[in-house]
């Protein structure tokens, strides 16, 4: 039979719209945050980062916001452009551990 | 800056045989990561080094797997014997020093074991 394989949400966006793409984490003792972008035969590329000390930061057309109290992390891209189509998706990192932990990720597609 | 590389692209073997998947970080980088990515599961982690030496190993799947850093420069992952179920693509990261430095990826090697 078909397997089933992780179904990944899928946010569609007008250009020029903004987008607003959620995370939700399990592990409270994470403290750091990152959001990554992967194209299609690509690996993830690194977007944006935030330290558990911080509820928000913004960089050129991208900001995080982080609420710990929910375990909720947010990506918010301004005026999102065609070249904003990939895969998104969140990492944590333990405060005990060096390794990422990746989310299952969020499709955004942009139409022109 | 160069960034991650690794090769090959692409990897079409035959259950049993032998695969070996080749990681370059970036210059000056002292963590090493290997991550296997399926649609099943995401993205795993399966081992990681620092300055050459192999930290957390847990999430290599069995002992079919291995991988090892022999210098800064290189890094290997080899499946032996492989299955059709090691079909994923393959990605290694770097990244400095610094609890709170991102992984820089490379583009990662897909296999295909018919």
């Known amino acids: 039979g078909e397997s089933v394989g992780l179904h990944l949400p899928t946010l569609s966006v007008q250009e020029g719209d903004n987008s607003i793409i959620n995370c939700a984490y399990s592990n409270s003792a994470s403290d750091y945050f990152i959001w990554y972008k992967q194209e299609s035969g690509k690996g993830p590329q690194f977007i944006i980062d935030i330290r558990s000390n911080m509820d928000k930061r913004q960089g050129q057309r991208v900001t995080v916001l982080l609420n710990k109290t929910v375990k909720h992390l947010s990506l918010q891209i301004a005026a999102t452009q065609p070249g904003d189509s990939a895969v998104y998706f969140c990492a944590e990192r333990d405060t005990g551990f060096q390794k990422l932990v990746f989310g299952t990720g969020t499709r955004l597609l942009v139409s022109p | 800056d160069a960034g991650v590389i690794q090769s090959p692209r692409h990897e079409v073997t035959e259950m049993g045989q032998e695969v070996t998947l080749r990681c370059k970080p970036i210059s000056g980088h002292d963590y090493l990561f290997w991550y296997r990515q399926t649609m099943m599961r995401g993205l795993e982690l399966l081992i990681y080094f620092n300055n050459n030496v192999p930290i957390d190993d847990s999430g290599m799947p069995e002992d079919r797997f291995s991988a090892k850093m022999p210098n800064a420069s290189f890094s290997t992952l080899k499946i032996q014997p492989s299955e059709p179920r090691d079909s994923a693509v393959y990605f290694c990261?770097?990244?400095?020093?610094?609890?709170?430095?991102?992984?820089?990826f490379g583009n990662g090697t897909r296999l295909t074991v018919t």
């Open positions: 990261a770097s990244r400095p020093t610094g609890r709170n430095s991102p992984l820089h």
